[in-house]
């Protein structure tokens, strides 16, 4: 119940094209979903969350669409950049005290120019 | 760009030794994490802390200890490395709810290699 589901493992999109990445979830108190990015010999860095009372959240060319019923969310990145290659990772936080983050197993993403 | 600090960088260690991973920030976040981090998998919690004397056992389990004597420092200690350790271990803080806001900020990264 504390696993978060993510697909696909890589990814090879060309330039210009659509990345998505999808993620779900069975543990319906969790109430917080941030996706990081990671580039090689770096720590993850959060690139945009999402509170279950909410569809969708768009921050430039990341948005992130969340289906409550189903209990998934994905990451859209819109206009895919040689740039945007890293290893994205999907979360989900049951917040509290803690503030324990769940991680999804990650999706290696190529953007080819 | 969040200002939490790892060092060293990069550890190569014989078996048996005692190694302290350094993690500090200067945010003065009450929570701090640590993940343990095989090559392009998953992050594991392996140790959090809430505040200064405070310090639990995440959900994988782990062989290393650590200790929370200031807001700012974290560090993690291995009493006696092994091959088993080899891995990317990542530091990270949070303001936590009482900051406004969940996020969680990660440091560069320890990758550690025992021979």
């Known amino acids: 119940q504390q696993q978060v589901k993510q697909s696909p493992q890589s990814l090879i999109v060309q330039k210009g094209g659509i990345s998505i990445i999808n993620c779900a979830y069975e543990n319906t108190a969790f109430d917080y979903f941030p996706w990081y990015q990671q580039f090689p010999g770096k720590g993850p860095a959060l690139l945009i969350a999402?509170?279950?009372?909410?569809s969708e959240k768009k921050e430039g060319r990341f948005t992130i669409s969340f289906n409550k019923s189903a209990k998934q969310f994905s990451l859209h990145i819109m206009d895919s950049q040689p740039g945007d290659s890293a290893t994205y990772f999907c979360a989900a936080s049951l917040g509290g005290a803690t503030n324990k983050l769940i991680f999804g197993t990650g999706t290696l993403l190529a953007v080819q120019p | 760009e969040a200002d939490i600090y790892q060092t060293p960088r990069y550890l190569v260690i014989g078996t048996g030794k005692k190694i302290t991973l350094e993690c500090s920030q200067t945010?003065?976040?009450?929570?701090m994490y640590w993940y343990q981090q095989d090559p392009g998998m998953e992050l594991h919690l392996i140790h959090y802390?809430?505040?200064?004397?405070?310090?639990e056992k995440g959900d994988l389990s782990s062989e290393s200890t650590v200790s929370r004597i200031r807001t700012e420092h974290f560090p993690l200690t291995l009493e006696s490395a092994r091959p088993s350790h080899t891995s990317q271990y990542l530091c990270?803080?949070?303001?936590?709810?009482?900051?406004?806001?969940?996020?969680?900020?990660f440091g560069p990264g320890t990758r550690l290699l025992v021979l």
């Open positions: 999402i509170r279950p009372d909410v």
């Open positions: 945010m003065g976040h009450d929570k």
């Open positions: 802390s809430y505040g200064v004397n405070s310090t």
């Open positions: 990270a803080s949070s303001p936590g709810l009482a900051g406004g806001q969940e996020t969680q900020y």
